[in-house]
């Protein structure tokens, strides 16, 4: 018989591969290992409506679904190892698993500070259950630290502000979200939570934590020598991809300086015969040929549409992707269409103090664009991006 498809991580993009696989055709045996005891479940509603109690369930398919579709669910499993030439992965609890095609979806895992106290009352952010250890904190808290003013870090702070706690948001950036979108978009950014009550402190960093005597948090001091009391605390410092368990692999990582992650080509294929990735691990080669990994919830949907194509030698879709993310802060919805940098020159066209629009340009062209509470404008902007409009045009129709 032969062996199964095994994917390895039952996130969304391990999930969304497994029903590419399905839809185009794929009849065999399937295997979906995840290392959480919970069905796949989406991850954007944690640091929003779930942290806040507004839903319970972020469950993305059912058991049922799992069971129409012939996809064997292997849950609270943890991948240790793979052997690439007798084409098998070794679990944590020491069981194996044959496979003929491999694909790696195991995502992310969040950055801590070292030298810091493992304290209660200190939390990050990745899974259901860290978020409903948030949650249950949340609920007794009067004021909250939040430690790096990244989506996580900013979204966060916007579900405690609604939940009518005091908050403290310190980021060592000139503003919040600048390795991403740029200052003058961070600076609007900024402007939103000032705006909502959050104590916004910019160049400033986390020194070291105050304890009481059951080692329990009880503040921080910062970088500058401030002194500040908090109930709960949240590191919000970015995340690394999950690749430990393929480090005597032979399969061809990314350098920790770049990224880190899987290397694959533009489909997913990676250095190993009949192993792939996808996802926020994995480092695709994109047009330019650069190889970067891409962390947006519609990249993984993207991704595993090409990848089970390519896996199953069918033809992959030809339309032209057009990247595309946003993050729900307060009552407005920030999207980004395209590959905004923060070394694009940025143009804010329209700006009414607090919902805004931004186009991204390099040499002339258009690469990308971001707005705040401005839904139409900046999806109207998805083709003018596919074409590389010259932004001279579009600010001469504005």
């Known amino acids: 018989m032969t062996a199964p498809i095994v994917i390895v991580g039952a996130g969304l993009a391990g999930l969304r591969t497994a029903e590419e696989l399905r839809r185009a055709g794929y009849a065999g045996e399937l295997v979906l290992v995840g290392d959480e005891s919970r069905l796949p479940y989406d991850r954007p509603p944690l640091s929003k409506q779930f942290v806040r109690g507004e839903t319970d369930d972020t469950t993305l398919r059912p058991a049922e679904f799992f069971e129409e579709k012939r996809i064997e669910l292997r849950l609270n499993a943890t991948a240790t190892a793979v052997d690439t030439a007798a084409r098998r992965i070794t679990l944590a609890d020491g069981s194996t698993i044959d496979y003929d095609q491999l694909v790696i979806a195991t995502g992310l895992r969040p950055r801590r500070l070292p030298g810091l106290p493992e304290l209660t009352g200190v939390h990050v952010l990745r899974g259901h259950a860290d978020a409903a250890a948030l949650r249950d904190e949340l609920r007794g808290a009067t004021r909250a630290l939040v430690v790096g003013a990244g989506f996580i870090g900013c979204e966060l702070a916007a579900s405690f502000r609604a939940s009518g706690v005091e908050v403290t948001l310190i980021e060592p950036q000139p503003t919040p979200l600048a390795s991403v979108l740029g200052e003058r978009v961070g600076e609007l950014v ?6 909502e009550g959050v104590d916004l402190r910019c160049h400033t960093g986390l020194d070291t934590f105050l304890a009481d005597a059951a080692g329990r948090v009880r503040g921080a001091v910062l970088s500058d020598g401030t002194e500040l009391l908090a109930d709960l605390v949240v590191i919000g410092v970015g995340s690394r991809p999950v690749t430990e368990w393929l480090t005597d692999s032979g399969i061809a990582l990314a350098e920790p300086a770049d990224g880190g992650g899987v290397l694959a080509d533009e489909v997913g294929r990676t250095s190993a015969d009949r192993v792939w990735a996808v996802g926020d691990v994995a480092a695709w080669r994109h047009e330019t040929g650069e190889r970067k990994r891409v962390e ?30 946003w993050s729900d802060q307060y009552d407005v919805k920030i999207q980004a269409l395209g590959t905004p940098s923060a070394a694009d020159e940025v143009t804010v066209v329209t700006d009414n103090g607090r919902k805004f629009l931004a186009y991204y340009t390099k040499n002339g062209v258009l690469t990308g664009v971001v707005g705040a509470g401005m839904t139409g404008q900046v999806m109207k902007a998805r083709a003018k991006i596919a074409a590389a409009a010259p932004v001279a045009d579009l600010l001469a129709s504005t």
């Open 190 to 195: 900024a402007r939103m939570h000032r705006a």
């Open 296 to 325: 947006h919830w519609t990249n993984a949907g993207e991704q595993a549409k090409l990848l089970a194509c390519a896996l199953l030698g069918a033809e992959p879709p030809s339309a032209a992707r057009v990247p595309y993310f």
